[in-house]
């Protein structure tokens, strides 16, 4: 049995996820890490208990702070990855790794209001009732490769929700608190 590939276009990959470093619990809880670019980013199986044959790959950006889907599976994600390594290079992990994050991070596509949610299935609405108005809501359940939504868009306190092991996401800017007049005065 193999536990990891080593020679890839990527720095690791590991299908334990022991030597990958990195915290998925809040966005993926029962994510398996996979591979690493060796920059801080990593690439994530989503697995969830409804889906233990195949397991979608998203990838986890720090620098913009992001998430995106990369592939379908497991085996999908590998045979893109080996795609950078043959010329012409052209790869679909690639494509997301260095271009597509950047859309995410500047345009915000697919992400919506909660009032826009609560009007739409039974599931996006359960969810909404769930969260304030600061909240927008990414639907991740059918998605295109590269889409996805910025986990850091309002700085490292961004407030990030799942709905349980639906690929529904919540990102708001976090909570404001009085200030100190207000709450000595208020």
């Known amino acids: 049995m193999t536990a990891g590939i ?9 299908f334990t996820g022991r030597t990958l470093d990195v915290e998925v619990r809040e966005l993926f809880p029962a994510g398996l890490p996979v591979a690493a670019d060796g920059a801080g980013n990593f690439w ?3 697995v969830t208990p409804d ?7 998203f990838f986890l950006c ?12 497991l ?20 494509d997301v790794h260095e271009d597509r994050l950047f859309r995410v991070w500047r345009e915000n596509p697919g992400a919506i209001e909660c009032s826009e949610a609560l009007a739409a299935d039974e599931d996006l609405r359960t969810f909404a009732q769930e969260l304030d108005d600061r909240f927008q809501i990414v639907d991740l359940r059918s998605p295109e490769i590269g889409m996805g939504f910025s986990w850091g868009r309002y700085g490292p306190r961004t407030e990030v929700r799942r709905h349980g092991f639906q690929r529904l996401f919540a990102y708001a ?6 200030g100190l007049l207000r709450r000595v005065f208020g």
């Open 51 to 57: 889906e233990r044959d195949t397991a979608p790959v």
């Open 75 to 94: 085996a999908a994600f590998l045979h893109e990855t080996f795609r950078m390594s043959i010329p012409p290079h052209d790869s679909l992990v690639d």
């Open 6 to 14: 080593d020679g890839s276009a990527l720095e690791t990959i590991d």
């Open 44 to 46: 994530v199986l989503d």
């Open 173 to 178: 800017p976090p909570e404001r608190k009085p």
């Open 62 to 73: 720090h620098d913009a702070p992001v998430v995106l889907y990369q592939a379908s599976s």
